[in-house]
């Protein structure tokens, strides 16, 4: 048999995990696996692929981004976290079902978050044989409890944290740190509170600049005369929308901006000299942890499995510790969001961290 196997949407850390994890369970299997390169335009007609092997998985497990290539627009895009669904042209369609077709391809791995799945979903409703693999490092997928590379994210925000905060102390500055998440806030959640963070900033809870003030007067008069704060790109202001930075080329809009706008207005309102960094991409590079390595493998290795089973059109699925399915209309039907009444805000506030609300 031969499967195919694409990546889509934004690099992050335990892709090349999840390929190491397929080429490995369909090898012992007797079938061949074809890497289809930048995403499903790797399926245009005549396909830019190569077929993967032991030799060419052999060490990825432990690299950063994807040995496959992977892009977040272009022909296929049919939609863009909450936006509306697009549907795929059916000339492009029937494109790359030849494509498939005059490859041998018999079933088909798609792994991205909810714009890859959602042009996923469109495919298998073709009646093309499809399973998805979920992978986001904002965490937003509601039918998973975790996807890899959200591990290696929130690891990079606590390094930085561990690192502003000695810079923080040593000139008595406020510290704001922006990191991503453009409509949920668990990298700026977890990263804030395994880093130490005072205040958190993310989508889901609009927060006021006179509670950020409070906060670092109240830390001055106890003689803590530094503050962190992390935010996501999402935040925003009470009664204001995010800051947008730029429109794409595919009529997204690029969020950033906000941690430089947060900085400027608390030092003008306190006086207190406020540095902004900005991780960006950084949150997607480098190795990814052993739990994402370990998550990515499982990932690739079950569905090929859904693929010996032949249970197609569904996702694979991480909940209470065991790695199942769901099916993919389900998977894209609604975002993850975090809850500001759920037990990790409260685990936060219960140890002293703001959300300035």
């Known amino acids: 048999m031969r499967i195919g196997l694409l990546n889509g949407g934004g690099d992050c850390p335990g892709l090349n995990a999840v390929t190491h994890g ?3 369970a369909a090898t012992q299997l007797g079938w061949e696996v074809v890497g289809f390169r930048d ?9 830019d692929y190569k077929i993967l092997d032991h030799e060419k998985a052999r060490g990825i497990i432990r690299q950063g981004g994807t040995i496959l290539g992977t892009t977040n627009h272009g022909h296929f895009s049919s939609k863009h976290g909450s936006g509306e669904v697009a549907k795929i042209p059916g000339e492009l369609m029937r494109q790359a079902r030849s494509t498939l077709s005059n490859l041998g391809v018999e079933a088909l791995i798609c792994v991205g978050g909810d714009g890859t799945l959602t042009t996923a979903l469109q495919f298998s409703e073709e009646g093309f044989p499809i399973i998805g693999v979920p992978k986001t490092i904002d965490n937003d997928l509601k039918a998973t409890a975790m996807t890899f590379g959200f591990d290696s994210a929130t690891q990079v925000v606590v390094d930085a944290l561990d690192r502003l905060q ?11 740190l922006e990191v991503m998440g453009r409509h949920a806030g668990w990298i700026a959640l977890y ?3 395994g880093g130490g963070a005072n205040v958190i900033l993310i989508p889901e809870i609009p927060f006021h600049y006179e509670e950020m003030v409070k906060v670092i007067r109240e830390r001055e008069a106890t003689g803590n005369h530094s503050t962190l704060i992390v935010v996501a790109e999402g935040a925003a202001p009470a009664g204001k929308g995010p800051v947008i930075e730029a429109e794409s080329v595919d009529g997204e809009y690029r969020l950033g901006g906000i941690g430089d706008r947060v900085a400027a207005e608390l030092q003008r309102r306190t006086g207190k000299e406020t540095r902004a960094c900005i991780l960006g991409h950084l949150q997607r590079g480098g190795s990814p942890t ?3 390595r370990v998550l990515g493998t499982r990932f690739g290795v079950h569905a090929v499995k859904l693929i010996e089973r032949q249970e197609f059109g569904r996702m ?3 909940q209470r510790y065991h790695v199942g399915s769901v099916t993919i209309a389900e998977a894209v039907s609604q975002l ?3 809850d500001p009444e759920g037990e990790v805000v409260e685990t936060a506030r219960s140890v002293g961290i703001s959300f300035g609300d």
């Not at 995403?39 to 396909?47: A, I, R």
């Not at 000695?166 to 704001?176: D, G, I, L, N």
């Open 39 to 47: 995403g499903y335009e790797g399926l245009l007609p005549p396909g």
């Open 22 to 24: 397929v080429v490995g």
């Open 316 to 318: 694979v699925s991480y």
């Open 191 to 193: 990263g804030g509170i």
């Open 166 to 176: 000695t810079t923080a102390s040593s000139h008595k500055r406020v510290m704001v």
């Open 336 to 338: 993850n969001l975090v």
């Open 290 to 292: 052993s739990f994402d």
